[in-house]
């Protein structure tokens, strides 16, 4: 993971999030959803007013990973997490995505591992998260860094029915 930095996004860093986002989810959807349908759900998740009030939530940790590029520095990863609420001892992973050109370089890996001990050292027990039963990368992904399937469920999806797997990992 030569020359990336992690820190806490701010505000300023909405649209490089949302440019990650774009990436990663055609990347990862286009053959599962098609690309109008990603095209919408980041539009809809990824809005930059939306963005900025996840940046900003005090429950939680919102993270990006920057690399050296020339003289500047551009975001090619983020995650955010969110504690569970008070009957939950899970926090909750609801957003982590890579620049697909940096996938197996690290960078998600050790986004994860900042949000685990971030969630670990505040009480959580667990993190929790969703994903599409469908998603090859993010299932490896999430099996290599320790995740285990707890559950499934069907969803809605842009007007489809989806199967997700529900992960956690014991923090």
């Not at 591992?113 to 971030?118: A, G, H, P, T, Y």
């Not at 670990?120 to 039963?133: F, S």
Request: proline share 2%.
């Amino acid at each position: 993971m030569e020359n990336v930095t992690i820190r806490g996004a701010t505000a300023e860093d909405a649209a490089a999030i949302r440019r990650v986002a774009r990436e990663s989810w055609h990347a990862t959807y286009d053959d599962i959803l098609g690309a109008e349908a990603v095209e919408s759900v980041v539009d809809d998740w990824y809005d930059p007013d939306g963005l900025e009030e996840s940046i900003v939530r005090d429950d939680g940790r919102f993270l990006v990973a920057e690399a050296e590029s020339g003289s500047e520095a551009e975001v090619v990863g983020f995650a955010q997490a969110v504690l569970g609420d008070e009957d939950d001892d899970a926090a909750q992973l609801p957003r982590i995505y890579v620049r697909p050109d940096r996938w197996g370089d690290g960078v998600g890996s050790e986004l994860l591992d900042r949000i685990e001990s971030w969630f670990a050292d505040r009480g959580a027990e667990r993190l929790r998260l969703i994903v599409l039963a469908d998603n090859e990368v993010g299932n490896a992904f999430y099996e290599k860094c320790g995740y285990r399937t707890v559950g499934s469920r069907e969803s809605e999806f842009e007007g489809e029915t989806v199967t997700d797997y529900v992960r956690e990992k014991e923090l």
